[in-house]
Every structure is written in structure tokens, then in C-alpha cells.
């Protein structure tokens, strides 16, 4: 962070004003779609004491998932701040275990649909005062977690000794929040990001890395599972 | 007509291989035959070089179109309209390619590899064709005798023989590219079937690899039982797998729970033939534990479902697409 903080200021007092702020030719900004990767490690076996079945059957596999936020902006002024939508799929798979425990070869996954409600505050006013190219993120809000585990025959459905049925089903809610840093492309390319504004209308491109915590299992619920999970998040961003 | 004339051309001949009368250019792309073919022969695709006029019989090929008694025809067509009066002779030639005396279209000086299939022949059109069954050709009546022919890559040369246009003499003859068909029983190597374990509806098998990069592999399994060392091609009933370049595979087509298969393993050639069955090892199928059902038998919370968490889910839910509404809509006003 203080290393951030010094190439703010450093860059702040060096650069010249953002020449494509003042560009009376630029194309309005509303709207930012982010493209986001990040590993899927859920806490589900944290109700668990020792190893947990995600560890005996995924192996703690954390498979890369991907989302798309799309932010609507609704103030600018000292940075921006927008109302955002996520939605995202992950999946991953294991070996069923067979009647001894041993790894089968039939396979069972675990597939997820996070959908999250953000609301999101982008301090780019160095970006737009200074020509700074980093843009700092926070977003915080509220996530539902549609999820679907598939065995051998497709979605696991079966009794257990007390005839209760059971279907690999179900959404989970909870909370996240995020802090992230844009670093903006155009400022290494401006012409080219002059063209990409007047051509597609977009106005500026990231590349950004974010450290998000999500609260995944009901608020608390008692018959809930933790889908919760703390990530970093890359990705490549959008502004038009 | 056509096939009169082969038997009686093939009566008291015994010998498998056939040779005819032919030109010298591949492809028979000459001055005097232009196309020389076999027409429809039920092989695999691979094996089967209509350019070249070489055509492969592995193993099950050959036994399939001997005991299903199959038609074979060859086609040659001449680049020029014969002279009335002119004949064309048909040799076969097993083996090597100096069975027959190509020099003569009639009988004369063949060898005991050569077999006159046709003798003074009309030459009514350019297009010559001549059937006869694979079984006549290769000279032998069950696909069992494909293993008796003499060797394991056994060549069948089928020439033509006709007048040469080129000559003045009107007893010179023109001999065609042979249109060579090739029988090949010679299987590769078996391999070593390693492991097979079973879950529920999937098999896994796993086996050494050959070290040979020409082969492939075939995974067999049945509900009844294989024997090590059985021959592929005289399996029925048996559900087997595509080709294979890995060493290991799961195998789900046709599985179902609680069944002891029975699982082998052949490597395939570049011709399509199949080693013998490897060793065979059995694997009963049985119910699997998925992941929703480990999470519950250890003692998971997590009911899963959606009405069990109906009132919290459905309202975050609905503000989620609420506000998914709300940013659509403002958009739209904003384009507006």
C-alpha cells in the first residue's frame, strides 16, 4: 500500500494533466465491464474436523473460474461510484469414492453460479486530474451462490438410511467485499487508446488485480455450508 | 459372361495369388489404360488407395468378405477405343510379380502362382470389368484360410493384358499396372494389461505401452466371459472401444451397476489388425459415493434444495435481480 500510495504521488506530481480528460472528443463514460479470473477455493470443509470430503474428493483442487461484473455508474465526480452486477461459473471435478473409500473412477463435480450485487467506488481522480494510470476499487455487497454437484447418473439425487431424499441443489447467500487496483493501459499507448475510444467507445482499459472476501453460507445458517472464500482476482477492464 | 469365363479359367488352379496382364505405370495413367481399380470393396477406408490401385485386406477384412462370400470387381479403362476383332487376357499372379508370362494373354509358360482369369476376351468398349468373389481371388473358401495363404503379407497382382496400339505388329501386347491386393495377417504385439477398477457405470482400465508409435489401442469388455489370447475379430456380443493412443481409458458405454466385467486389452497396427486378448481382468460395478453424499455422511449441515432456505434466498435473490433490473433499465434511459 505505501508503495502505491508514493507512485500516486510521485506520478501525480511528474505527469501532466490527462490529456484524454480534457479531450473534448471523448466519448462519455457510464458503464465498466470487468472480466475476472480467480481460483474457486471454498471453506466448506471448515465444518470439518480433520479432512474434509472437498479435500477427499476434489484433492483441494482449486480450478480457476471465471465472472463478468458489469458496472453502471450513477456519480462522477472524485472518482466514480456504480452499481454492479456479477455473474461468474466454476466447476470442479473429483473422483467418486467407491464402497472402501478409494478413489473411483466415476466422477462427481461441483459447479457454481455466483451472482453478486456490488456496490463499487473508483478513486480515479488522479487518473483523470494527474494522467496517474492506477485506479483504486472498493466494492462491497451481496452475493447468491447457485451451486449444482452432479454424480455419476447427473445431479446427485439419492436417500439417505432415514429415507430422506436429497438433490445436489441449491443456492447459498452471504456478502462480499473487494479492494482492487486498475493499472490503465491507455496511458502506455494513448493514441492507440484515442482510436479504441472514437472506434468502440471505449474510453479506457485496466488491467487490475483485487483481493476479495466473500461471506458465503447464509449469513450464519445453521443448515448451511461455507462457500465463503478470500481471493485474489485478475482480470482485464473496460470503462466506456 | 464375365464370370463364366473366370471359372473356367480358375478350375483346377488352386493358386491364391493373381496376376494380370499389365502396363507399367502406376495408377495405370498411361497412353493405353488409363484407370485400373477395384470398384466397392468393403475394406477399411485406410486401405484402400484408389490412386495407387493397392488395396489391403487386414485380418477381419479378410475373413468378413470370404465368409460373407463377397464380390470383388476390377475396372480398367482404356484410353482408347479398341479395334473390332481386338482381345484382352486377365492374369493372377500370387506372390512375386514373374508368376505369369505377361508377354501372352493366353496360357502360355505361367508359373503354378499364376491363374489365367481371362482368356481371349472380346474387347467390345474401353471399359473392362471382371468379378469374381474375394474367395476366388485369394483361393480360399473360410475366412479361417486367410491365415493359410502363404505368409503373413501376401500380395494378389491382377493384370491386364491388351493389344498394343503402339505397334505395328499386331501381336504385341500392352500390360497394365497390376492392381495389387495385399492380405495381412500379421498381428502386432499384445500388450499387458495393467489395472481396471469400476465405479458405478465407468470402468477404468489401464496397460503397459508398446513403445511403438505405428500401434494403438482397443479396450474389449463383456458381461461374459473373454479368454486370454482369443482372437478380437471372432468376438460377438463384446462392447469394445475406438482406437486408442493412450494407455489408460474409462470405458462407460453400455456399463451399468452391480455387473463383473470381464475387460481385455489389444494393440491395433497401422492396417487395422488386432493383437490377440491380453490377459483379462474382471471388475464388478458398485454404487460410488458422490461428493453431495460424502459431504452429508460426514456429517455436512447443507441440505441442499432451495426451499429450505426459500425466505433469505428468495429475497436476496430478488434483490439481485432487482438490481440487475434497475442498472438494465437506467441504461436504456441513458441511451435514450
Not at chain 2, 484402400?48 to 475373413?63: K, S
Amino acid at each position: 500500500m505505501r508503495l502505491v500510495l508514493l507512485t500516486l504521488l510521485a506520478a501525480a506530481l511528474v505527469a501532466p494533466a490527462s490529456a484524454l480528460a480534457d479531450d473534448p472528443y471523448a466519448t462519455p463514460i457510464t458503464s465498466l465491464v470487468e472480466i475476472r479470473l480467480s481460483a474457486f477455493d471454498p471453506a466448506i470443509d471448515d465444518e470439518f474436523d480433520g479432512e474434509g470430503p472437498y479435500e477427499a474428493i476434489f484433492n483441494n483442487r482449486a480450478p480457476y473460474g471465471l465472472e463478468i461484473e458489469y458496472d453502471r455508474q450513477i456519480y462522477r465526480g472524485i472518482g466514480s461510484f456504480a452499481i454492479g452486477f456479477h455473474a461468474g461459473w466454476t466447476r470442479v471435478k473429483g473422483s467418486a469414492l467407491a464402497e472402501d473409500g478409494s478413489r473411483s473412477p466415476d466422477e462427481t463435480r461441483l459447479v457454481t453460479f455466483p451472482l453478486r450485487l456490488s456496490a463499487v467506488y473508483r478513486f480515479d481522480w488522479f487518473q483523470e486530474r494527474f494522467n496517474v494510470p492506477l485506479v483504486l476499487s472498493l466494492k462491497a455487497g451481496l452475493d447468491s451462490v447457485l451451486w449444482s454437484i452432479k454424480g455419476e447418473d447427473g445431479v446427485s439425487d439419492w436417500e439417505d438410511a432415514d429415507g430422506t431424499s436429497f438433490t445436489g441443489r441449491g443456492m447459498t447467500n452471504g456478502w462480499h467485499a473487494a479492494i482492487g487496483l486498475h493499472l490503465n493501459l491507455d496511458w502506455f499507448a494513448p493514441g492507440m487508446a484515442r482510436s479504441f475510444d472514437v472506434n468502440a467507445g471505449v474510453n479506457n482499459t485496466y488491467l487490475f488485480a483485487e483481493y476479495m472476501m466473500t461471506s458465503i453460507n447464509d449469513f450464519g445458517g445453521a443448515n448451511s455450508w461455507d462457500l465463503s472464500e478470500n481471493k485474489a482476482v485478475f482480470g482485464i477492464a473496460f470503462e466506456f | 459372361m464375365l464370370r463364366e469365363w473366370l471359372r473356367v479359367m480358375a478350375a483346377g488352379s488352386t493358386a491364391a495369388a493373381l496376376v494380370c496382364v499389365a502396363p507399367a505405370a502406376w495408377a495405370c495413367d498411361t497412353d493405353q489404360v488409363q484407370t485400373c481399380e477395384v470398384l466397392d470393396l468393403d475394406i477399411e477406408a485406410s486401405n484402400a488407395d484408389d490412386e495407387d490401385g493397392a488395396y489391403t485386406l487386414n485380418i477381419a477384412d479378410c475373413r468378413d468378405l470370404v465368409d460373407r462370400d463377397d464380390e470383388i470387381t476390377f475396372r480398367w479403362e482404356l484410353a482408347n477405343d479398341p479395334a473390332s476383332g481386338d482381345n484382352y487376357g486377365v492374369k493372377l499372379q500370387r506372390g512375386g510379380d514373374s508368376a505369369c508370362n505377361l508377354n501372352a494373354p493366353d496360357r502360355d509358360n505361367e508359373g503354378t502362382d499364376c491363374e489365367v482369369i481371362v482368356n481371349n476376351g472380346d474387347l467390345n468398349g474401353s471399359v473392362i470389368t471382371v468379378s469374381t468373389s474375394v474367395g476366388e481371388v485369394l483361393g480360399i473358401s473360410s475366412g479361417d484360410d486367410c491365415f493359410e495363404l502363404g505368409g503373413t503379407q501376401v500380395d494378389f497382382r491382377m493384370s491386364l493384358i491388351v493389344p498394343d496400339i503402339t505397334s505395328t505388329d499386331s501381336d504385341d501386347t500392352f500390360v497394365s499396372d497390376d492392381i495389387v491386393l495385399t492380405v495381412d495377417v500379421q498381428r502386432p504385439t499384445t500388450p499387458t494389461i495393467e489395472e481396471v477398477s469400476a465405479g458405478g457405470s465407468t470402468i477404468e482400465v489401464k496397460w503397459d505401452d508398446l513403445d511403438d508409435d505405428d500401434l494403438t489401442y482397443r479396450v474389449y469388455y463383456s458381461e461374459t466371459e473373454l479368454v486370454a489370447g482369443a482372437e478380437p475379430e471372432l468376438l460377438s456380443g463384446v462392447r469394445s472401444t475406438n482406437e486408442l493412443s493412450s494407455t489408460s481409458t474409462q470405458v462407460d458405454d453400455g456399463v451399468t451397476e452391480g455387473v463383473n466385467y470381464y475387460v481385455a486389452v489389444v494393440s491395433v497396427d497401422s492396417v487395422g489388425n488386432e493383437s490377440v486378448l491380453s490377459d483379462v481382468l474382471t471388475a464388478i460395478t458398485a454404487p460410488t459415493t458422490d461428493f453431495f453424499e460424502a459431504y452429508r455422511d460426514a456429517g455436512g449441515v447443507e441440505e441442499g434444495g432451495y426451499c429450505a432456505a426459500a425466505p433469505r434466498s428468495a429475497g436476496l435473490g430478488s434483490i439481485l435481480l432487482i438490481g440487475a433490473a434497475l442498472v438494465a433499465s437506467r441504461r436504456r434511459r441513458g441511451d435514450a
